[in-house]
């Protein structure tokens, strides 16, 4: 199977989509797929130089359970980061994540809860699955994490590998988070991932850039699940207000809207 991408895209991604979809379905602790040199060396040392700077991203509104910044503006940030939109939203795209899928899937292209992500120093994720339906259309299933992540020199000491397990208290997989590396994993109710608290050099942060595929579904055919977090070694009142969560979360956007859609700034 060949699908030609247009765009700054690696020939290999659509060459070998074959192996790659062999890859995603043999891979555990959930099913993923790590694809390295994904765009064009020269366009993504390019798109590195031209990421937003980590002031003028907000907060993520994870709260206790992370320490990073998000900013859901990859398709107006610039014409370099629209290049990369524009790929996202292609149908060659859309084809190549259906073969992984094994049905047609979209990308989201106001990317909520995506776009880019920055860490600083001390910057960590919890272990955590992810909102089920899109917080603004009830009829969109997430089902993968497309996540890009710009770390060129990346040294092992620096931490910030994402770690995915399929049950938080078995061991977890690790991910070096490698400059031009694409990792798709499914999102499901047991697709576990975070980060560890990092330290990388001073001026340094955690870089990546992440999008998210759907498909449609019946509005209310499904139960709506906000992220669920499961804190390592965390307090007992972190632990309490993990389980409680999406009753909270649920909660609270009944009555003033997803906090998640207000980063497009």
Excluded at 41 to 49: D, I, K, P, R
Excluded at 89 to 100: G, K, Q
Excluded at 190 to 219: D, L, Q, T
Aim: aromatic share 12%.
């Amino acid at each position: 199977m060949s699908v030609l991408l247009n765009g700054p895209i690696q020939s290999h991604v659509s060459e070998n989509l074959d192996e790659y979809v062999r890859q995603f379905n043999a891979a555990t602790p959930c099913r993923h797929v790590i694809i390295d040199n994904f765009l064009d060396t020269e366009y993504a040392e390019q798109l590195y130089a031209d990421l937003p700077g980590v002031d003028g991203m907000p907060k993520s509104r994870d709260y206790m359970f992370s320490d990073k910044r998000e900013l859901s503006t990859l398709d107006r940030h610039s014409q370099l980061s629209r290049r990369l939109h524009d790929v996202f939203m292609s149908p060659e795209f859309a084809d190549w994540l259906a073969a992984l899928a094994g049905h047609r899937v979209f990308v989201d292209p106001e990317y909520v809860g995506g776009g880019f992500h920055a860490g600083a120093e001390g910057s960590f994720l919890d272990l955590h699955v992810d909102f089920n339906i899109h917080p603004a259309h009830h009829d969109w299933l997430r089902e993968f994490n497309i996540l890009l992540y710009m770390n060129p020199g990346w040294e092992p000491s620096w931490g910030g590998e994402l770690l995915l397990t399929d049950d938080p208290s078995a061991p977890t997989i690790s991910v070096e988070p490698l400059f031009n590396r694409l990792v798709i994993m499914e999102s499901t109710d047991k697709s576990f991932h975070g980060y560890h608290k990092i330290a990388f050099p001073s001026g340094r942060e955690r870089r990546s850039i992440a999008a998210y595929a759907y498909s449609h579904v019946p509005a209310g055919s499904i139960d709506r699940r906000t992220t669920t977090w499961v804190p390592e070694d965390a307090s007992p009142v972190k632990r309490a207000l993990a389980k409680n969560w999406n009753w909270l979360v649920l909660t609270k956007n009944k009555f003033l809207g997803s906090g998640t859609l207000k980063n497009r700034r």
